[in-house]
């Protein structure tokens, strides 16, 4: 993912909480990549994670009951 700098204005905390971040959508994409299923509520989340550069299979939950969502995986 390409990494965001942190203005100079920004704080500590603010430019800790951006790695933290770009951590986790890494680690998402890893694991996507390695096979994990993500499952998110409705289109506009799968749109971001694609924007984001999260690719693998990404399941819209948001029009299923539990079982059949845990059915279809």
Not at 34 to 51: F, I, P, T
């Given at each position: 993912?390409?990494?965001?700098?942190?203005?100079?204005?920004?704080?500590?905390?603010?430019?800790?909480?951006?790695?933290?971040?770009e951590q986790?959508?890494?680690?998402?994409?890893?694991?996507?990549?390695?096979?994990?299923?993500?499952?998110?509520?409705?289109?506009?989340?799968?749109?971001?994670?694609?924007?984001?550069?999260?690719?693998?299979?990404?399941v819209?939950?948001?029009?299923?009951?539990?079982?059949?969502?845990?059915?279809g995986?």
């Amino acid at each position: 993912m390409k990494r965001q700098k942190c203005w100079r204005r920004s704080s500590v905390d603010d430019c800790e909480r951006l790695r933290e971040i770009e951590q986790a959508i890494d680690e998402l994409k890893d694991r996507a990549l390695g096979g994990a299923v993500v499952l998110v509520e409705g289109r506009r989340d799968r749109e971001a994670l694609h924007k984001l550069g999260v690719a693998g299979e990404i399941v819209l939950t948001s029009h299923r009951t539990l079982l059949l969502l845990a059915e279809g995986l």
